[in-house]
């Protein structure tokens, strides 16, 4: 279960020594909790969080006893934004593990009164605009991303990937006619999966570029939705399985793309916190500088 971190909203304080890697202050030259610190929740001290392995949760300690100094993009060149501000991250509660985590955990962490697929559907939007405003060039380069996410090549790439994934959409309405197809190959001696894989990859939309990766994003598992996930898993040796989603219950997991747009949209700084898979370590990841800081953690 992902666990959501709200922001703190510390005092501004200038720093006439930062620390040289820019993130934390060491705790010998001043504590967080010796600024004036305001938190937005209750207090929950991470040894009462359930779910954290005890190397998870010495992190978070760690995190949340030094805090995270942010310093302003244009402190060098505007006296007004000079200034750096330490903030602490505290528990803010639970989101479920579902694709719908990223959506629940911002409105929760905002305070907002706009629901989770509005803010999908908000995060849809702002993504097409910033698409629109690009050169050909970087419209390309975007495109090439959302491909190598989402459709990557299996001829490659199998470096440190186990299995890789190709997500493909089937409307609605479509998934009878698909079945049906799908029934004539059985009846042609072809294997379920592999019958499967042929009419999907055949009549499905491939999520590879900007226009298929706003309608992927957009689902949020509703009946509402226009597109059902499918999800072709493949190992070196070939298919592994494939994910119908019968019950159209399946919705897109906010990504780093999704991320970025949210933070747009509502001029804000997201934190992600994540444990890497190899090291157990937990990383920052900011995204566009604005003073509002919002935090997620997800594992």
């Known amino acids: 279960m992902g666990k959501l971190l709200y922001d703190s909203s510390g005092g501004g304080e200038s720093f006439q ?49 030094k805090g995270v100094l942010w310093k302003h993009p244009d402190g060098e060149s505007s006296p ?40 999908r559907r908000r995060t849809v939007k702002r993504f097409l605009d910033d698409l629109g405003s690009l050169s050909s060039l970087e419209r390309e380069g975007a495109h090439d991303t959302i491909k190598h996410m ?45 019958a ?41 040796e070939g298919l592994l399985t494939v994910d119908e989603n019968r019950e159209g219950h399946a919705a897109a997991f906010g990504d780093d793309i999704a991320i970025e747009c949210l933070a747009t949209e509502f001029k804000r700084e997201i934190f992600v916190v994540r444990r890497h898979w190899s090291l157990s370590s937990f990383l920052f990841s900011l995204f566009f500088p604005y003073a509002h800081l919002l935090g997620i953690l997800t594992f």
């Not at 359930?50 to 010495?58: E, V």
């Not at 299996?154 to 009878?176: F, M, N, P, T, Y």
Request: with cysteine; proline share 4%; charged share 30%.
């Open 196 to 236: 499967a894989e042929a009419i999907y990859k055949d009549r499905c939309i491939a999520v590879d570029d900007g226009s298929s990766w706003a309608k992927y994003m957009s689902i949020s598992g509703s009946p509402d939705d226009e597109y059902d996930i499918i999800s072709l898993q493949y190992t070196e």
């Open 17 to 65: 020594t930062p620390p040289p890697n820019g993130h934390w202050r060491d705790p010998q030259v001043t504590s967080v909790d010796s600024n004036e610190v305001v938190d937005v929740v209750d207090q929950v001290t991470w040894e009462n969080v359930s779910g954290l392995q005890d190397q998870q949760r010495r992190h978070l300690q760690r995190i949340h006893q």
């Open 80 to 119: 007004a934004a000079a200034k750096s501000v330490v903030f602490r991250l505290s528990h803010g509660g639970d989101v479920d593990p579902d694709g719908n985590c990223l959506f629940t955990a911002s409105k929760k962490a905002m305070r907002s009164e706009i629901d989770a697929r509005e803010l």
């Open 150 to 194: 989402y459709s990557p090549d299996l001829r490659s790439g199998w470096g440190i990937h186990v299995i890789q994934e190709i997500k493909l959409l089937a409307r609605k309405e479509d998934r009878e006619d698909l079945d049906a197809a799908i029934n004539k190959l059985l009846n042609l001696g072809m294997q379920r999966e592999m």
